[in-house]
């Protein structure tokens, strides 16, 4: 009875701050909020599809990362914004990143994730150009994120940001710049007896320091103990997940992020030892690792 009551309650805290969230967004062009805890919060799509039943006139969609596995570029904003294309644009492709401004050369990648799954590039890159390319990423995903939400107001759901990699934290950052104005709510969670992989430290830092200086993390007020079985532990290599494994590293290549390729090149030595020459001979036959 106590766990039905406290579930409740739980719930009525988040549809809160939710509700919050939704009234500002014609007042705030950055809104993020940011949950910390002490493993004391899991929040499941259960729970948040239960708040959206109530909501009907806003979009939410979920996600939550895992340990163990690879962190797909900008996950899982690429994966949302062709879930929202196709449910709710009247615009042809062309037509969509011409009017969100994405850079000519960056078209053919995002048509070939929105078409495959799988980014592919037309052009060789300039190592000289890989900052500009980089921020032109994070701009386009946020002016591409903006322009759906005119279709429809959107509540972007993160469970255990702390899993995630440099490019979702600097585009999170960049939402944060405050010159986006569509209707959009990004709510994450962070479990900080956790904390954030070392790679992504620095970025995770200037994230919060902004959030920090806007009052938007608040701490979980509960002291529920919640079995949240995380750990830092490296990949958990799965034979059978190696096509989704080669996609990934595929999409993180063409994005051009640099420290998000070189963390998980590393993964791969340290994780698949007794499979390392047949991962990377694979790799090298999918063009992403050079014989």
């Not at 895992?66 to 644009?89: N, Q, R, V």
């Not at 979702?168 to 479990?191: F, P, Q, R």
């Not at 620095?202 to 994230?207: H, K, L, P, T």
Request: a negative charge.
């Amino acid at each position: 009875m106590k766990k039905e009551k406290d579930g409740s309650v739980h719930k009525e805290y988040i549809d809160n701050l939710i509700d919050s969230m939704l009234h500002n967004m014609d007042e705030q062009s950055s809104n993020v909020l940011l949950i910390e805890h002490y493993n004391t919060l899991d929040l499941t799509y259960e729970q948040v599809m239960e708040i959206s039943a109530e909501k009907t006139n806003v979009k939410f969609l979920y996600h939550s990362y895992e340990t163990g596995d690879i962190i797909a570029a900008f996950e899982p904003f690429l994966d949302w914004i062709k879930e929202l294309f196709y449910e709710l644009s009247d615009e042809s492709l062309e037509e969509f990143f011409e009017n969100a401004g994405v850079y000519i050369l960056h078209r053919p990648i995002f048509k070939s994730y929105f078409e495959t799954g799988v980014c592919r590039r037309k052009e060789e890159v300039l190592i000289n150009e890989i900052d500009f390319e980089l921020e032109k990423f994070y701009k386009e995903i946020c002016r591409m994120l903006e322009r759906l939400s005119q279709k429809k107001p959107l509540m972007l759901v993160l469970n255990r940001i702390h899993y995630a990699g440099n490019s979702t934290i600097n585009l999170i950052d960049e939402l944060l710049s405050g010159v986006y104005g569509g209707k959009i709510a990004v709510l994450a969670t962070y479990n900080d007896l956790f904390g954030v992989v070392e790679y992504c430290q620095n970025d995770w830092n200037r994230m919060v320091s902004k959030l920090e200086s806007s009052d938007s993390i608040v701490e979980w007020v509960f002291n529920t103990t919640i079995d949240i079985r995380e750990t830092k532990g490296p990949l958990d290599f799965e034979h059978n997940k190696m096509s989704s494994y080669i996609d990934k590293f595929k999409n993180i290549d063409e994005s051009n992020e640099p420290e998000i390729n070189g963390n998980f090149y590393d993964v791969a030595y340290e994780t698949a030892e007794k499979d390392v020459t047949a991962f990377l001979k694979v790799l090298e036959n999918n063009g992403i690792l050079e014989n």
